[in-house]
């Protein structure tokens, strides 16, 4: 059908068309990001056979969940105001909103700067007490740290193709960015000769940089990743219009962002808060090893998490739009589609999980005991999957909708007040299957709230939308 010339896409096409032609491109992005990180996690188990270097991969992770969080949760709030502001025909507050996420971009990414360089090494001495964990850890995370801006930019610019519906375009940034981490990855990271999956290839040429090349190659993805997206909104965002005097901190502006952004980001940093904590959980009541198959587990589940976190980054633009543009039909045909498509995904990725744990696990050169640990693991965590299917929706519904804090309540009692304390009492024990049950129960209370949340959301966003 043909589009208005003055009308946005996200409120003419039908909805189960543009949900999917929004989502599609990011779903496929979002696998080759979750590949990616696993390609990085494959090349460090393949340095040695300490499993120290993996180490040091497993015990950043928080740290880096920790900048996903404010540089995401600012972005969506961002995200979410530039769709409401085009719902409502309100060219000058998208324009302004684009200008002060921006700008919150470039203070986000000193912060994390200045952390990255300066308390690494802190961070990494409270986790171990192997030197070399610590220094290996020091090094990678204050190179993807220091050099953060070039994430923090790839989620501003990327975030704004989104909001508009240029998903494709958003796409291509993310899949070039990858693609260029995953080929630089082995490059960086060995040396000419160097015999990698027990001597199945050998390295033709390399500058043998270890962790610090796995670092260089991620920060190098994301630079040029970022470029990508700021040529794209110049010459391609017609709905947005970058300007210099806009780049500054609108007081209104940035009120509407962390409204949504701020629970967003609290709701991340928990789950960097439980990651940690886990990890000491595991470190001290069990073996570092485990630690380890925790880390693989996490980089496992983000092939199956990651394209429903596409999903949602294309539902949420559209559900902002419409409900700005009064449009409660629609609205309700997206979150309906996108729960359906969520429970789906997750589903089938429990199903690997519980079938070929063996295949999964034999990535990331496992010894006897890592696979008996991991076979575990995979099996009785992935009982969480299908409601989390459901529950990421909802959150998400949530936040663009304008009730942030309902998804931050969900978060909160899910991982503080629920996986914690019962993760805990679990290693107790001594089993450390017992543990891993700890997700499956934490998530049945993070279903029965999100479903009670979505209802009080929906009623209140029907009263909105009618007037």
Request: aromatic share 10%; net charge positive; charged share 10%.
């Amino acid at each position: 059908m043909d589009i208005p010339a003055k009308e946005n896409k996200m409120g003419v096409l039908p909805v189960g068309k543009l949900l999917f032609s929004m989502s599609v491109p990011m779903m496929l992005s979002m696998l080759m990001q979750a590949f990616y990180n696993i390609v990085d996690s494959v090349f460090v188990s393949q340095i040695s056979e300490t499993g120290n270097e993996l180490s040091a991969l497993t015990f950043a992770f928080p740290l880096q969940s920790l900048m996903i969080a404010f540089g995401g949760g600012t972005m969506l709030g961002m995200n979410t105001l530039i769709s409401k502001s085009l719902g409502r025909k309100d060219a000058e507050s998208a324009d302004k909103a684009a200008g002060t996420g921006l700008f919150l971009t470039f203070c986000t990414a000193l912060v994390f700067a200045f952390i990255g360089i300066f308390l690494a090494r802190p961070f990494f001495s409270v986790q171990t007490e192997v030197q070399e964990i610590i220094d290996l850890g020091t090094v990678y995370t204050s190179i993807c740290l220091g050099g953060s801006i070039g994430i923090f930019c790839q989620f501003c610019f990327e975030r704004m193709l989104q909001s508009t519906g240029r998903t494709v375009l958003s796409t291509v940034t993310q899949f070039t960015g990858a693609l260029i981490n995953i080929v630089l990855d082995p490059i960086f990271i060995f040396e000419k000769g160097d015999l990698l999956f027990e001597g199945a290839f050998t390295m033709p040429f390399g500058l043998g940089l270890g962790v610090a090349g796995a670092a260089a190659a991620t920060i190098a993805g994301q630079m040029i990743a970022a470029l990508m997206g700021l040529i794209f909104n110049i010459f391609f965002n017609h709905d947005i219009h970058l300007r210099i005097k806009n780049i500054r901190p609108h007081i209104p502006a940035v009120k509407e962002i962390y409204k949504v952004g701020l629970p967003s980001i609290i709701m991340q940093s928990v789950g960097s808060l439980t990651t940690f904590t886990l990890n000491q959980i595991l470190r001290s009541g069990f073996t570092e090893l485990a630690v380890n198959v925790y880390g693989i587990y996490f980089k496992l589940q983000s092939f199956i998490f990651m394209p429903v976190f596409g999903l949602n980054n294309g539902m949420i633009p559209i559900i902002s739009y419409n409900y700005g543009a009064k449009q409660p039909s629609r609205v309700k045909k997206t979150i309906k589609i996108s729960i359906i498509t969520a429970v789906s995904i997750m589903a089938a990725g429990y199903a690997v999980f519980l079938l070929a744990p063996e295949v999964l696990l034999s990535l990331f050169n496992p010894t006897e005991n890592m696979l008996i640990m991991g076979k575990s693991c995979l099996r009785l965590i992935g009982l969480s999957f299908i409601p989390a299917g459901f529950c990421i929706i909802t959150i998400s519904v949530t936040q663009a909708i304008g009730n942030p804090f309902f998804s931050l309540i969900t978060s909160a009692c899910r991982q503080l007040v629920v996986l914690l304390p019962v993760a805990w009492l679990l290693s107790l024990t001594g089993n450390l299957g017992a543990v891993w049950l700890a997700f499956p129960i934490a998530e049945v209370v993070s279903l029965a709230l999100s479903i009670v949340f979505l209802i009080r959301t929906m009623k209140s966003a029907n009263k909105e939308m009618s007037v």
